[in-house]
């Protein structure tokens, strides 16, 4: 599992542990749990409008941990 943050347009953070982010062609922001057999799980979906950003925990160049900033536009999907 990563670690995803969202940036709500509302003006409040939050962390969601989750297997996969993506923006889908519904205009959703979904964060799902995909076990190893079967469907994945969305775990949460936001209207696209509803968030201003989302980043993913990576690790860093030169060590240490940050955030990835995922595309703010079209289709996409982190894992």
Same mark, same amino acid.
């Given at each position: 599992?990563?670690?995803?943050?969202?940036?709500? !347009?509302?003006?409040?953070?939050?962390?969601?542990?989750?297997?996969?982010?993506?923006?889908? !062609?519904?205009?959703?922001?979904?964060?799902?749990?995909?076990?190893?057999?079967?469907?994945?799980?969305?775990?949460?979906?936001?209207?696209?409008? !509803?968030?201003? !950003?989302?980043?993913?925990?990576?690790?860093?160049?030169?060590?240490?941990?940050?955030?990835?900033?995922?595309?703010?536009?079209?289709?996409?999907?982190?894992?």
């Amino acid at each position: 599992m990563a670690l995803f943050m969202l940036q709500l !347009a509302c003006g409040e953070d939050t962390v969601i542990e989750a297997d996969a982010a993506g923006c889908t !062609a519904e205009g959703e922001i979904v964060l799902e749990s995909t076990g190893q057999y079967g469907p994945a799980v969305r775990l949460k979906t936001y209207p696209v409008e !509803a968030v201003t !950003a989302v980043f993913r925990q990576a690790p860093m160049d030169g060590g240490g941990y940050g955030w990835l900033p995922q595309p703010t536009t079209g289709i996409w999907w982190c894992y």
